[in-house]
């Protein structure tokens, strides 16, 4: 009899429980979208060259009643064009408004008004989030509609340089996170955000047991709070045997792999790369430009890049900022004003 009670004990709680995710994912799963980029990207070599249009996916969740929208800076950093669509089928045009690579966040506004209200998720505080924790991740999988993942906290890793600065933090699940699902909300059992996903540790590119997302404090912290200045540049920090092989006259540099139309990088006149090399633990694209230095912070070491990042977080209106590149093996200084568009 104590067994037949404990069995239908069990499933009575394991059935309320299940019910639990469930409607906290109706709750949820209208402020989450798929978003849609394209950008023109050159490939080939000096004497023959060809614009390609390259398209991409990725998920993002509602942060605010006037349009902001949370997503990975990875999926808009360098995008031309950007299409959230939601779930109720309606699609409108957006804007990066800031982004933080080093961080894998970024924020978006809508540029026009939804037909419908828009539905907000809250921002919960990642620093209560404990390893063993259950959580779940509502993202669009290889463009496909909004997808429920559940898992658990795995671990937790923090990525400090010199000084202390908290560059990254990261939550570590087994919640299927797959193509598709970057920017993807992850939320605790009250529904709230405690993660924006970021990345999977993968030989195939598809889900296989670990997966990474930035958390909620961070992505507040950069994208509400500071409101980062948006560079558009996609870069590599060089060092190393490779800093030699591309002949940076230095102990590194900054490999410019794309760079956004109307963005920082854009406006100082910054190229990107036309040529991608593969190597053993990834790709690069090479012959752009390579940044040596942002007014007289050399771009050698994570701890300069933050340096740099917190300078132009300074910058007002009118100010000179100056860049020093290596374009095609010559050195060259470039110095423009910059105008309030650029610091929105």
Not at 52 to 80: C, P, R, W, Y
Not at 193 to 200: D, K, L, P, R
Not at 307 to 323: E, H, R, T, Y
Request: charged content about 20%; glycine content about 12%; some cysteine.
């Amino acid at each position: 009899m104590k067994n037949t009670i404990l069995i239908i004990s069990l499933l009575f709680f394991s059935t309320g429980y299940c019910q639990n995710i469930g409607e906290l994912y109706e709750k949820s799963k209208e402020a989450v979208v798929l978003i849609k980029t394209s950008e023109s990207e050159v490939v080939g070599d000096g004497y023959q060259k060809l614009m390609l249009n390259v398209k991409g996916i990725g998920s993002g969740f509602v942060v605010s009643k006037d349009g902001e929208i949370m997503t990975a800076s990875h999926v808009v950093q360098t995008a031309q064009n950007i299409i959230v669509k939601f779930s109720d089928g309606e699609e409108i045009y957006a804007e990066v408004v800031s982004s933080y690579p080093p961080a894998d966040v970024a924020l978006i506004k809508l540029t026009s008004v939804k037909k419908t209200p828009l539905k907000v998720v809250k921002l919960s505080n990642s620093d209560n989030v404990k390893v063993g924790d259950q959580i779940f991740v509502i993202g669009a999988p290889f463009g496909l509609g909004n997808s429920l993942s559940v898992g658990y906290v795995g671990g937790r890793y923090i990525n400090k340089i010199d000084g202390g600065f908290v560059m990254a933090e990261v939550i570590q699940t087994d919640a299927a996170i797959n193509e598709g699902s970057s920017g993807a909300p992850m939320f605790n059992l009250k529904g709230e955000v405690v993660g924006i996903s970021s990345f999977i540790l993968s030989n195939s590119k598809g889900f296989q047991g670990l997966g990474f997302a930035t958390t909620s404090n961070i992505a507040k912290n950069i994208l509400l709070d500071e409101r980062s200045v948006f560079t558009g540049i996609d870069a590599h920090l060089i060092t190393g045997t490779l800093a030699r092989i591309l002949n940076i006259p230095q102990e590194g540099g900054v490999l410019v792999q794309k760079v956004a139309k109307f963005s920082l990088g854009d406006m100082m006149g910054i190229e990107g790369g036309t040529s991608r090399i593969y190597f053993e633990g990834g790709e690069l694209i090479v012959g752009g430009d390579i940044i040596l230095s942002i007014e007289h912070i050399a771009l050698t070491n994570q701890e300069n890049l933050h340096k740099a990042w917190q300078l132009i977080q300074n910058l007002n209106s009118g100010d000179i900022l100056q860049f020093t590149i290596l374009r095609k093996g010559t050195v060259l200084k470039i110095a423009k004003a910059i105008p309030i568009s650029i610091l929105k």
